[in-house]
């Protein structure tokens, strides 16, 4: 059986079928991944003049603090809760000088709503999307923030690719081609093995570079992004169908739940989250999870300046169960 990662598994049948599909004609700016894209944003903001502070939340994976550290920019932290929430008022004490970067993420897929308040006009305002799900019929966007970026590679079978916003349309679509790297390569041909040894590497970059320069998506993942027709509304249903899963399987086993996806039929999960009372309960579902071939992970993996900023609470013991949509996880478990 073909171990159920988080990640969706890359597809040599999608990318057949893309070579002979009609392109869907969405312009978009497609960079290698979340974290260049993330940096090609710094990096166009600050052509505009100096900044005072970036401005993230405590619960951050280390690549993004790497792009902060490339750009010498002082880092502020918020605190986000175990319901993945967050004081607004907090931000607004952190932003009390104007011409910041503040970021907001939508963790898992479960996105944020904000009310217009003064820090949205005097800052600069990233919205993380990594973790969410976009309907590709329609144009990528954002509600409220000057700049937004995607990881598609972790909710549909690509090798790479980031879309990226702008409010202000100050970020250049180029032509361009290149080919897959040899992580890429590898990324590609895991789905042809039955069963895979050891933990998971999300959270740590499958590059081997630590370079934060331009690049953009490779033509493989191109051809499929703009040319094969994903069913939105199917993988959603999937997706949340094996959310609803591990709410009722990890039910009344010492595991406190962060999301439900009860309260909005639009929410497309990422992952399920959650977090236990001890680092030995989180290897022990880690442990599980090998045994059942299916991958469970820690999450984040912090960067070690981050970490200064972590209480020693629910934020070093998260773990994300999949809900990857080319699995029927009723058909796993019994």
Request: proline content about 3%.
């Amino acid at each position: 059986m073909i171990k159920m990662t988080l990640q969706p598994i890359f597809s040599y049948k999608i990318l057949l079928k893309s070579l002979f599909s009609e392109s869907n004609n969405k312009e978009r700016i497609l960079l290698k991944s979340g974290r260049i894209a993330f940096s090609y944003i710094i990096s166009n903001i600050l052509n505009k003049g100096p900044i005072n502070n970036i401005i993230l939340p405590n619960l951050i994976c280390d690549e993004m603090i790497a792009v902060t550290k490339k750009y010498k920019i002082k880092t502020l932290y918020y605190n986000i809760d175990n319901k993945l929430d967050y004081d607004m008022h907090e931000i607004e004490h952190l932003a009390q000088k104007d011409s910041n970067i503040i970021v907001f993420v939508n963790y898992f897929g479960f996105k944020t709503h904000h009310t217009n308040t003064k820090i949205f006009k005097d800052n600069y305002i990233i919205e993380d999307n990594a973790h969410v799900l976009g309907d590709f019929s329609k144009k990528f966007s954002s509600n409220y923030a000057d700049y937004s970026f995607s990881s598609l590679r972790k909710l549909i079978p690509v090798l790479s690719g980031s879309e990226i916003y702008s409010k202000h349309n100050d970020l250049k679509s180029q032509k361009s081609f290149r080919y897959p790297d040899f992580g890429e390569i590898k990324y590609s041909l895991r789905g042809l093995k039955k069963s895979r040894r050891g933990t998971s590497n999300m959270g740590h970059s499958l590059y081997d570079d630590d370079d934060f320069n331009l690049s953009f998506v490779d033509f493989i993942s191109k051809t499929i992004i703009q040319k094969y027709h994903f069913l939105h509304n199917d993988i959603c249903s999937r997706r949340r169908s094996n959310f609803k899963f591990w709410e009722n399987y990890l039910s009344g086993k010492n595991v406190n739940f962060m999301k439900s996806i009860d309260t909005d039929s639009d929410i497309c999960p990422y992952a399920f989250p959650c977090y236990v009372n001890s680092i030995k309960d989180q290897q022990k579902w880690i442990k599980w999870g090998l045994t059942k071939n299916i991958t469970i992970i820690s999450w984040p993996k912090y960067h070690q300046d981050t970490i200064k900023h972590i209480p020693n609470n629910f934020l070093s013991k998260i773990l994300l169960f999949p809900v990857n949509h080319q699995f029927d996880l009723n058909k796993i478990i019994s």
